[in-house]
Each structure stands twice: as C-alpha cells, then as structure tokens.
C-alpha cells in the first residue's frame, strides 16, 4: 500500500512537472514557430471561457529567431496572464503586424484599465518591459480606469 502511494505521488510529480515544463517552453513554439504557438495559447484561454480573444497577425510568414520568437511568446503569455488576474475583461485582442523590417505587437482588453505610474509597475510589467528593452523594442502602456489597457510594442527585426 505504502509502495502504491509512492508511486502515485512520482506519477503526479512528473506529470506536474511535464504540464510545468510545457508552459514555460511549449514544443509547438520550437516546432512551428510564433504564430502557431500564440494561436495554441489564446485556443486554451478561449475553451477555458475565462476570456474571449482575438488573434491576428499579419506579414508573419517566415519565423523569427528562436531566442526573439521565444522572449515574445513569454511577453504575451505574461500580459495575457496580467488581464485575466486583473483586468475583469472578457475580450481581449492581439495583433502581430509585420512590415519590412519591422514588428508591430498590440494587445487590447475591456478591462477595468488602471492609473499607469512608471514608478510603481508589478513585478509582471517589469518583466514584460524588461524583455522588451532586452529586444531593443519600444513599449507603451496606455490604460483608464474604466476603459481598458493598450499596451504597443515595436521591435526593429534587422536582427531577430
């Protein structure tokens, strides 16, 4: 009895650690890419009814270099994180726009926005602003309370 339980706690631990390791580096994002990786996540969040989005990109047909395509997968998997702890949204959208050399990302919601001071930034939003920096980006956060969050960020791709 003692050997089964054992047994089923190993079994739950890896499977745990599995789901674990699948968050942080899902293998369809090594495997196709960006796109197909976001499109994976925002299909979780849509069955999970915790939040409506809308998904579109545009001129994203070559991928980008593993290490960009991974830090902005964590950028969004960390702002659409942020919405559904905070925001009360129910839809949200996010659009990937590439012209020429560069990269357009906006993520919108109806949420409950909030009073963006630069000093006083979660620990969420300094990650995300981190990366951003880390990418060479430019990021804007625009959000009301009461009218929802805009947050546009642009990347120059002559390295990515």
């Given at each position: 009895a003692l050997l089964e339980k054992s047994n089923k706690a190993i079994s739950h631990a890896a499977s745990d650690m599995r789901r674990i390791a699948h968050n942080m580096m899902p293998e369809v994002l090594i495997k196709l890419g960006l796109i197909k990786a976001i499109q994976e996540l925002v299909d979780n969040i849509n069955s999970?009814?915790?939040l409506k989005i809308i998904f579109q990109h545009f001129g994203m047909e070559e991928r980008l270099s593993g290490s960009f395509e991974i830090m902005l997968y964590r950028i969004v998997q960390e702002?659409?994180?942020n919405i559904m702890k905070h925001s009360d949204a129910t839809e949200a959208v996010i659009q990937f726009i590439k012209e020429e050399n560069r990269l357009h990302v906006t993520i919108e919601d109806n949420g409950k926005g909030f009073q963006v001071l630069p000093e006083k930034k979660?620990?969420?939003l300094n990650s995300v602003k981190e990366r951003v920096l880390y990418l060479n980006g430019?990021?804007?956060i625009d959000s009301e309370v009461s009218t929802g969050t805009t947050v546009t960020m642009e990347f120059l791709l002559a390295n990515a």
């Open positions: 999970s009814k915790q702002l659409l994180n979660g620990v969420g430019k990021l804007s």
